[in-house]
């Protein structure tokens, strides 16, 4: 970074732009701290840091200063991060309080949001009290009040709740705790960075002391304004008996655009917008703030200029900047303050500092310092995705002077959409495993006539509600256009999730094809985006095999991988009307391994193994369906199913697929859902998986019933008495490892069936602290008394199994743990 000089003669120190490096830089790296260290450690860091800059800015003509700007910055970010840290984890919520009742007195902190009549809010703590005791709580709760049964009993109907109501109510409390899962969103790090340290759910059963509505307080009025726009806008447009379900769609949109509830949109709606490339326009975001904080700008100017004693006490253009950053402020505030609201007012407002301070920094240095406030304020925001995608898009359209270039402003807009979707297709590949083919012509249309059609008639319709009606006919042409470009067969492009060195490469790749440099220089950007384009992740063996139970919460969900076919088996539970493990988790997952599924074999028909298919049989069109869900299930019409009988087996590249269970006359008099799971074993001669559903009791006597003691090879040995031959005691139904029956439920892995199947590991997949209490404290100690090890979802998150090293298990939160996910002692 040379020294260059401004419009006020002054140079500008490259040391400053090192540091500003350095502070990215150093907060990038604590975020990769597993564990945190004490504050001492962290204020002693600290301490040192700061004395270095001290003296760096005190010698300001020494050369070696812009070397040691970077490292003596660098470690002052890491130590003030690890400071933030450190004081926000000393809120955590105490192990011994989860589970139990406990009165809550507080207040509604944000607008609820509501889904399937449940409801979801933030609720600001003011005291606890356990059997009559105060108790010690983190300040801010996410609380759910679910209707219908909750622990086996039926469920007051959530009230009305407003933001800003003091409320008094009892509620079970847990650790904040989400599915781990490769390539997957971190729910615990979303927590974080909300400031939410613990979650809950409402306790309104018959026995439970009713909620009740103390009163209201002027706290949180920002928030309550939110939610009454919301309601006015959903009793506008989607009022049932002048709208149809389009109104009610647009309803959603539109909500999402003047207070930020992105909660509304449906999820059809959400896999249009992402197909088509214009998610970024359907929520609050950088391109709304930053368009609003113009027109406000203008306005201002505009009027400012009639005013010649306003001119001549400060400049229009100086009343029009700050006029139109505070405007686009207050816009940000109102739309709930979201992480890309916040990081978009923070780039303007640092801009704008530059330019009434009188400063002409060049560009890479501007973005570095808005980079660098951003980070400062909102270090976890780099574990963002709209983080990366909107600082180097920024960065590309500075670099490459798309806007400048020769041609009118329709043709300048054309380029600079080009521009920022050829520089940004690796960084889209590596975040959304996917990239949208037709986002150029969607984005053509969808930008203007979003920002400069439908958010106007959206935001005036607060002052005019009729505009509202316009707004949801102009959302409802545009669904019309968007729609029609997601239908086509190639609109998107699902491509496997590369590793960071080949985004990387592709990243530098598409920035040199897009920057003003000779064509043989562009050139050398080809070869650089091949690694994205063609990543394919590594497969086993010919005749070997590997199992991912994926993290889905209570259900079952196992990722089955030969040398060139995929099996899954189970997708999982359905969380609400809106989403399910399919959609959340097993799509982002197969479409980050660049997976084309063969077969889907549903074991029965219980929602916590078949939620998630309908979402994986839309992915995998290709995909057959095998099951024992009934000739009348409703995911028979989109796959016929095909029965899943015992006897049934096929070979896969070298690896040997076997059904075990149900019987064919099972079907004629069908016992209930569980009773008719799929058992299915994989075996490749030397190593076996045993995948058995929710079988029973019942079910596990008739298969040892009917197997018969049988070797399995001369090299089957037992790794807990090594060198001891086991091929006398082996039977058709020994596994290395099974998927334990029933999620360890009591009415399940019985003695008989685990002497039968002497499994090394025993893989439980159940939602953390659920409601059914498994895995059964009695279940566990019979695996352990038989030496088998046991994974468990909570603890392990995503558990990969590979017949090559079928000692060992990779445990998502082992291998990617930071120190804000949850950390479960192992029972």
């Given at each position: ?695 029973e009791a019942a079910q596990e006597a008739r298969l040892v019933s009917s197997v018969r003691a049988k070797p399995v090879g001369r090299q089957a040995q037992d790794d807990r008495s ?68 046991v994974i468990q979802s909570p603890q392990c998150g995503a558990a990969w199994w590979r017949s090559v090293q079928p000692q060992a298990v990779q445990c998502q939160r082992a291998t ?12």
């Open positions: 970074m040379t020294d260059t000089v401004d419009d006020t003669g002054q140079q500008a120190r490259p040391w400053l732009a090192w540091g500003l490096l350095g502070l990215v830089a150093g907060s990038a790296c604590q975020l990769q701290q597993q564990r945190l260290w004490g504050g001492a450690a962290y204020a002693a860091l600290a301490a040192i840091a700061l004395a270095c800059l001290v003296g760096i800015g005190l010698r300001r003509r020494r050369r070696w200063n812009r070397w040691l700007a970077l490292p003596a910055a660098a470690l002052l970010a890491f130590a003030l991060v690890g400071l933030r840290a450190v004081q926000f984890a000393g809120d955590a919520l105490a192990p011994a309080l989860e589970g139990r009742d406990i009165a809550l007195t507080g207040v509604v902190a944000a607008m609820p949001q509501r889904n399937d009549g449940a409801l979801r809010f933030r609720f600001e703590l003011e005291s606890a009290s356990m059997a009559g005791r105060p108790v010690q709580l983190p300040p801010q709760l996410y609380l759910g009040w679910y209707p219908g049964l909750g622990g086996g009993e039926a469920q007051r109907q959530p009230a009305d709740l407003r933001a800003g109501e003091r409320w008094l109510l009892a509620a079970r409390l847990k650790a904040p705790h989400g599915n781990f899962n490769p390539h997957g969103f971190d729910y615990e790090l979303w927590l974080w960075e909300q400031g939410l340290q613990a979650t809950g759910y409402v306790r309104a059963g018959p026995k439970d002391p009713p909620p009740r509505r103390i009163g209201v307080t002027w706290r949180h009025p920002v928030e309550a304004a939110r939610q009454s726009v919301r309601d006015r806008i959903d009793a506008r447009v989607a009022d049932p008996s002048t709208s149809s379900g389009q109104a009610g769609k647009a309803a959603g949109l539109l909500a999402a655009l003047v207070v930020g509830d992105q909660a509304a949109i449906d999820r059809a709606d959400w896999d249009v917008f992402r197909a088509t490339g214009v998610a970024h326009l359907m929520s609050i975001s950088g391109l709304h703030i930053t368009m609003f904080a113009w027109a406000a700008a203008w306005a201002i100017g505009w009027l400012w200029r009639r005013s010649a004693r306003l001119c001549l006490a400060w400049p229009a253009q100086h009343a029009a900047l700050v006029g139109g950053i505070a405007l686009a402020t207050g816009y940000a505030v109102f739309s709930g303050w979201g992480v890309p609201a916040q990081r978009t007012v923070l780039m303007l407002a640092t801009v704008a500092v530059l330019r009434l301070w009188g400063r002409r920094w060049p560009w890479p240095q501007v973005w570095l310092l808005a980079c660098a406030v951003v980070v400062a304020v909102d270090p976890w925001a780099l574990l963002q995705a709209g983080f990366w995608l909107s600082f180097v898009a920024v960065g590309v359209l500075f670099a490459s002077d798309a806007g400048a270039q020769a041609g009118g402003r329709l043709a300048a807009f054309f380029r600079e959409q080009a521009v920022v979707t050829l520089a940004l297709l690796p960084l889209t590949v590596l975040l959304f495993g996917q990239v949208s083919v037709v986002s150029l012509l969607a984005n053509a249309v969808a930008i203007p006539w979003v920002t400069l059609l439908v958010t106007p008639l959206a935001l005036a319709g607060v002052l005019a509600p009729p505009l509202w009606d316009l707004a949801a006919w102009a959302v409802q042409v545009l669904g019309l256009w968007l729609g029609w470009l997601a239908a086509w067969p190639w609109a998107t492009v699902a491509a496997a999730a590369p590793p960071p060195w080949a985004a990387a490469a592709g990243l530098l790749g598409g920035i040199l094809l897009v920057l003003r440099l000779p064509w043989p220089l562009r050139a050398l950007g080809l070869p650089l985006l091949l690694p994205v384009l063609l990543w394919q992740p590594e497969r086993p063996l010919e005749g070997e095999f590997e199992l991912l139970a994926a993290d889905i919460g209570q259900g079952n969900a196992v990722i089955v991988r030969t040398a060139g076919h995929t099996l899954v088996y189970d997708s999982g539970p359905r969380y609400s009307r809106e989403s399910d493990a399919g959609h959340r988790v097993l799509v982002p997952l197969l479409r980050a391994l660049g997976e084309r599924v063969d077969t889907l074999v549903l074991s029965h028909r219980d929602a916590d193994h078949t939620g998630g298919a309908a979402a994986v049989l839309a992915m995998q069109p290709q995909a057959a369906l095998v099951s024992s869900i009934e000739d009348d299930h409703e995911l028979q019409a989109l796959r016929k199913a095909a029965r899943c009988v015992a006897g049934q087996r096929w070979h896969w590249d070298g690896v040997e697929f076997e059904l075990l269970h149900p019987q064919a006359d099972d079907y004629l008099a069908p016992a209930k859902s569980n009773a008719m799971s799929c058992v299915l074993r994989i075996a490749n001669g030397r190593q076996t998986a045993l995948l058995v559903g929710d079988i090594p060198g001891v031959s086991t091929s006398s005691t082996r039977t058709a139904l020994s596994a290395d490892v099974l998927l334990v029956p029933h999620h360890g439920s009591k009415t399940s892995s019985t003695p008989a069936f685990l002497q039968a199947v002497r499994p090394r590991i025993a893989i439980v997949q159940a939602g953390y602290r659920n409601r059914f209490g498994h895995p059964a404290p009695p279940v566990l100690e019979r695996y352990r008394l038989q030496g088998v090890r990617a743990f930071r120190y804000w996910n949850h950390r479960i002692a192992s029972p």
